[in-house]
């Protein structure tokens, strides 16, 4: 756990969580009862932070990998992370919104903690939305955070020149976890159609509030490269996908359909049409261009509904 913690050297640190998961995966709970406790003082609370980010990042990851061996349990096999969840939320929020507001709005050691606490909060909403009190609602905070990290703008002379490291940089990957986030959370909790009765109260409230709420900031998003900027493939693709969900419901479809324009003719068509990028790639690897194909089916749904064209 030490080495853990303490080691910069990426492709170490990732053997040393690897071998950590795999302890985990056989002496957590019942054998290593002070493991979770011993994460937790490593991360330790905003307040307490004393410019360690290395340490705090590491025990980050190390928790990851402990919510995610839990990832695509049943409900009744996840009683260890309801546990962790219960213990560890109320600690990794307040972080999460301090390093959204970080001093160095564009830190990278800021944007690395937070994609960990990004990623701790998909495993541990996968497949199970824990009980949801619309007076006492434990996950708006959360929204907050995932909110302005899709806001947050990231201006071209802050971002690596280089195209591979800008396609990694922590920032980028950041927008990638919150909006792969909310469209999971769209896509298995919010349609209120569709979902089971203990999560009915859940699909109203982000049917209703959540999702209309954040089409801003995914229409500022698929705006960047209209306008000449930046934005990752899969970032793009993950907003699509948000506004392929969106179309089905009536909130969010009002707020689309005022954007309806910019959205066929800035944002899908360009994006449908091959560059010279693509027609190399499809000359000298097909199976690479098919795979890397995204699905444009929402596009046809608006237009079918605006129009009588059979297209």
């Not at 493991?35 to 025990?59: C, Q, Y």
């Not at 824990?130 to 959360?142: E, K």
């Not at 306008?227 to 970032?235: A, E, I, L, N, P």
Request: hydrophobic share 40%; aromatic share 14%.
């Amino acid at each position: 756990m030490d080495a853990l913690l303490s080691e910069h050297e990426k492709s170490l640190r990732d053997l040393f969580a690897e071998a950590f998961n795999h302890m985990a995966m056989y002496d957590y709970p019942q054998k290593w009862g002070n493991l979770l406790p011993t994460l937790l003082n490593a991360i330790g609370t905003p307040d307490e932070f004393d410019g360690s980010a290395l340490r705090v990042h590491n025990a980050l990851l190390a928790l990851r990998k402990l919510c995610k061996r839990y990832e695509y349990k049943s409900k009744e096999q996840r009683g260890p992370l309801n546990d962790i969840v219960q213990i560890s939320f109320p600690l990794l929020l307040p972080w999460g919104q301090k390093l959204i507001s970080y001093p160095d709005e564009l830190s990278v050691e800021a944007a690395m903690m937070l994609k960990q606490i990004l990623k701790i909060f998909w495993s541990s909403t996968q497949f199970y939305l824990p009980g949801f009190d619309l007076q006492n609602n434990p996950i708006a905070p959360w929204f907050d955070i995932i909110y302005a990290t899709l806001a947050k703008p990231l201006p071209e002379k802050d971002q690596p020149a280089d195209a591979v490291e800008r396609n990694s940089w922590p920032w980028w990957k950041c927008k990638k976890w919150a909006i792969q986030i909310l469209s999971r959370l769209f896509n298995r909790y919010g349609m209120p159609s569709y979902v089971e009765e203990e999560t009915k109260a859940f699909a109203q409230y982000f049917a209703n509030d959540t999702a209309p709420r954040f089409l801003q900031p995914v229409f500022e998003i698929l705006n960047l490269r209209p306008s000449g900027q930046y934005c990752t493939d899969r970032v793009l693709h993950l907003c699509l996908s948000f506004l392929d969900l969106a179309v089905e419901l009536a909130p969010t479809y009002k707020v689309l359909k005022s954007q309806l324009d910019f959205l066929l003719f800035k944002v899908c068509f360009p994006t449908c049409c091959l560059t010279a990028e693509y027609v190399e790639l499809f000359e000298t690897d097909p199976h690479e261009f098919v795979s890397r194909q995204v699905s444009f089916v929402f596009i046809f749904e608006i237009t079918a509904i605006e129009t009588d064209t059979n297209l």
